[in-house]
């Protein structure tokens, strides 16, 4: 997959749509590298060459990596401390959610929809309706007395 043609068809389908033409809809062919589940590890349908040939000439970050490189655009040194830098971000935010307190389940109510009133939410089933108690998670948050991230 090409992250440049998928950026440009993306840009296409929303002019599309913005200018009243209609809806779009847009097929990506994706690769899973993995199984579906911990207890499937993806190997029993196909090979391990499978996997391999697929990730060295259809991935596309290490794609958009060489087109960077060829263009003269970043030094593959460049690209490495960008790399080890959103590693370390990545680790920090891993740290940070795990050790959190666990939100209310109000938490789930929040951020459906945007700009809106609250509005009425069908849980597990139809009995199960709430209407939301939280707009968005910054509100939620101030009111269990956390301070929600800077916007």
Known sequence: MDILSVREATRFAKEYCNSGKGPLMMELATYRYSGHSMSDPGTSYRTRDEIQEVRKTRDPITGFKD???TAELATEEELKEIDKSVRKEVDQAVQKATSDDILPNEALFADIFH??????VRGVTIDECVTQPFINSAQLLKKIGRRPKAQ
């Open 115 to 120: 700009n809106t009133e609250p509005q009425l």
């Open 67 to 69: 087109k960077i490189i």
